[in-house]
């Protein structure tokens, strides 16, 4: 009787033991799909900063070149220059942004980036400022 109690302890032990485990294995598996879900969500919201960055930043670049088309047909317009100063100083706060964003370094982000720079070079080279 004494074998017998104690190998239904031990075999209770034993289940105890082994949900335990599974619990446990659960927790862990819910772990990881938590931490792919939110590198996925990471790397979404990370491309959508990417494309609205260099949304913006084309969109700066055609400003900056029209007030540049303006100026070399009226040297004289006082506005001109208080357009032109705000966006020569936006121009370091885009270059600073993009270092930081970790999608910099990604080739498609890399290429259209510097084709939006090379339009400026080109665009500045026509007009002759270069």
């Known amino acids: 009787m004494k074998n017998l109690f104690a190998l239904s302890l031990l075999f209770t032990m034993f289940l105890v033991s082994c949900g335990n485990n599974q619990t446990k294995k659960e927790s862990t598996t819910d772990e990881v799909i938590t931490e792919e879900k939110s590198a ?4 979404v919201n990370e491309t959508k900063n990417c494309d609205e960055f260099l949304d913006n930043y084309e969109k ?3 400003d900056y070149l029209k007030v540049i088309e303006k100026y070399m047909k009226n040297p004289m317009d006082q506005s001109l220059m208080t357009d032109y100063t705000k966006l020569a100083n936006e121009a370091m706060t885009w270059y600073s942004q993009w270092d930081v964003l ?3 370094s990604r080739e498609k982000y890399e290429k ?3 084709e939006i720079s090379e339009k400026v070079d080109k665009r500045m080279e026509e007009l002759g400022l270069d």
């Open 60 to 62: 700066w670049v055609d």
């Open 40 to 43: 996925v969500m990471d790397e």
């Open 102 to 104: 970790k999608c910099a």
């Open 112 to 114: 259209r980036f510097d």
